[in-house]
């Protein structure tokens, strides 16, 4: 039996070329998002780097079908049309801010919160940090940001938004560390869209995962303690010139 029908297939055929025809107007609006993100004063001080793209074709029919076969598992109809598919599939643009250490966290979530409500951007989903271990949900949890339990291994924050425009469609934002992102480039380019078959890479993926994990508690930690250096040095400084001007 044929894993779908040729009505399936037309189907999925339609929306990929739905999307090809019309994700330019994505692309206009994904590269006016990375010049907000560059402008903003508050945002800026905390990026390192800036990546993004758009959802290649072949990828989107290959999530397509994954849908599909979940659908058909689960009994239910299949609701992704070409007609939707702009709000139904929320990563067919994605721009990803990539920071040094967990802490800059906080100040970036405060900048795109402002960022959103200066340009009329709904927020639809998000954030929503995606994390697999004890110490950085409880971190996000203190700065409110919801947490989900991440089974790759990798730390990011997301976000879902949606412009104000009569054309509907969705943009994902992806907050991580310079380290995550590592992990994240060399697991994209391995297990997408298919997950490979050899153990022997998905062992060495988890364990470059904690490795980089433990790069990123490496780097917060270094930034806390110059941190603390800098504070200490500006109360000698301070108790210095008390002294000075004592005289």
């Not at 998000?126 to 949900?137: F, I, L, M, N, Y």
Request: proline share 3%; glycine share 4%; aromatic share 8%.
């Amino acid at each position: 039996m044929a894993e779908f029908t040729s009505k399936e297939r037309r189907l999925i055929r339609q929306i990929v070329d739905h999307y090809r025809e019309n994700r330019g107007i994505l692309g206009t609006f994904l590269q006016s998002l990375k010049r907000q993100v560059l402008s903003s004063k508050i945002l800026k001080p905390h990026i390192h780097s800036l990546s993004w793209r758009m959802k290649d074709p072949n990828h989107l029919k290959d999530k397509l079908e994954r849908k599909l076969r979940d659908y058909k598992k689960q009994k239910k109809k299949f609701v992704i049309t070409p007609q939707n598919l702009f709000v139904k599939i929320n990563d067919l643009a994605g721009l990803r801010i990539l920071h040094l250490y967990t802490h800059q966290v906080d100040a970036i979530s405060r900048g795109l919160k402002e960022l959103f409500a200066e340009e009329s951007y709904r927020l639809i989903q998000g954030p929503t940090a995606r994390t697999w271990d004890d110490e950085s949900r409880t971190f996000f949890k203190s700065i409110n940001i919801k947490t989900k339990r991440s089974p790759s291994l990798y730390t990011s924050v997301h976000y879902v938004i949606k412009p104000n425009r009569k054309t509907k469609y969705t943009c994902e934002i992806q907050v991580r560390t310079l380290m995550e992102e590592v992990w994240g480039e060399v697991d994209h380019r391995i297990n997408y869209p298919h997950k490979t078959g050899s153990l022997a890479c998905r062992e060495q993926i988890a364990a470059l995962a904690r490795a980089t994990s433990s790069c990123t508690r490496l780097v917060d930690s270094i930034f806390r303690s110059h941190a603390d250096a800098e504070a200490a040095l500006n109360r000698k400084r301070k108790a210095r010139r008390k002294r000075v001007g004592g005289r």
